[in-house]
C-alpha cells in the first residue's frame, strides 16, 4: 500500500502569510496527487488535482506542485477563511485513494 | 445543483446492522463512479468502497471486506452502503462521494454519522 506522510501536521500562521504544506508518498505516484480542505463539522471540498491543477471556483492564491514522491500545497497569502484542516491524497492507485493525516492550520 | 446527500445512519449495537443510503441530483448519476468514505471521530479520512458506474466493478477497504456490501440504483439515483457485523471501530461519519474526471473525488455529501455502541 502507498503510504502518504504530511507535514507539518498543524501549523499556526497569520492573515497574510504564505503558507506552504507538503506531503510525501511512500512511492512514486507521477502527479495524481490532489488536496481537499476541510473545515469543522464539513464534508472535504477539493481544491487541487493531478498535482497542480485547480479546482473550478477555487481562488487562485491556492497552488499545488510535485511530482513523484514529493508534493507541496501553497496557499499565497492566508484569508480568515482558510484556517481548515488539509488532507493529501494519492489516485495512483485508484479507486483505493489512500489520504494523508492532515495538516491542521490554525490561526496565530 | 450537483449534491449527494447520505442518510440511514444512527446508533446500533456491536454486530447490528445499517444501510446508508445516498441521494444524487443535478447531474448523470449512471455515468458517474462512486465511493463511500468515513472519518472517525478526531482522525482523517479512509477510503470505504468504491462501484463503477454501471455496478460491475466493486472494491472494498481491507477493514470493510466482508461485512460491508456496496450498491447502486441507476433509476432512483441512488447508492447504498449495507452495514453487517458492526464493530466500534466503524464509528465514523460516512460520506458519499463521486468520481469525476480525472479519477477526482469532486463532489462529497455532508455525510452521516454511525455510531457502534452498547
Known amino acids: 500500500d502507498i503510504q502518504m506522510t504530511q507535514s507539518p501536521s498543524s501549523l499556526s500562521a497569520s492573515v497574510g502569510d504564505r503558507v506552504t504544506i507538503t506531503c510525501r508518498a511512500s512511492?512514486?505516484?507521477?502527479?495524481?496527487l490532489n488536496w481537499y480542505q476541510q473545515k469543522p463539522g464539513k464534508a472535504p471540498k477539493l481544491l487541487i488535482y493531478a498535482a497542480s491543477s485547480l479546482q473550478s471556483g477555487v481562488p487562485s492564491r491556492f497552488s499545488g506542485s510535485g511530482s513523484g514522491t514529493d508534493f507541496t500545497l501553497t496557499i499565497s497569502s492566508l484569508q480568515p477563511e482558510d484556517f481548515a484542516t488539509y488532507y493529501c491524497?494519492?489516485?495512483?492507485?485508484?479507486?483505493?485513494?489512500?489520504f494523508g493525516q492532515g495538516t491542521k492550520l490554525e490561526i496565530k | 445543483e450537483v449534491q449527494l446527500v447520505e442518510s440511514g445512519g444512527g446508533l446500533v449495537q456491536p454486530g447490528g446492522s445499517l444501510r446508508l443510503s445516498c441521494a444524487a441530483s443535478g447531474f448523470t448519476f449512471s455515468s458517474y463512479e462512486m465511493n463511500w468514505v468515513r472519518q472517525a471521530p478526531g482522525k482523517g479520512l479512509e477510503w470505504v468502497s468504491y462501484?463503477?458506474?454501471?455496478?460491475?466493478?466493486?472494491y472494498y477497504a481491507d477493514s470493510v471486506k466482508g461485512r460491508f456490501t456496496i450498491s447502486r440504483d441507476n433509476a432512483k439515483n441512488s447508492l447504498y452502503l449495507q452495514m453487517n457485523s458492526l464493530r466500534a471501530e466503524d464509528t465514523a461519519v460516512y460520506y458519499c462521494?463521486?468520481?469525476?474526471?480525472?479519477?477526482?473525488?469532486?463532489?462529497w455529501g455532508k455525510g452521516t454519522t454511525v455510531t457502534v455502541s452498547s
Open positions: 491524497q494519492q489516485s495512483y492507485t485508484h479507486p483505493r485513494g489512500t
Open positions: 462521494a463521486r468520481v469525476g474526471t480525472q479519477q477526482v473525488w469532486d463532489v
Open positions: 462501484i463503477s458506474s454501471s455496478g460491475s466493478t466493486i
Open positions: 512511492q512514486s505516484i507521477s502527479s495524481y
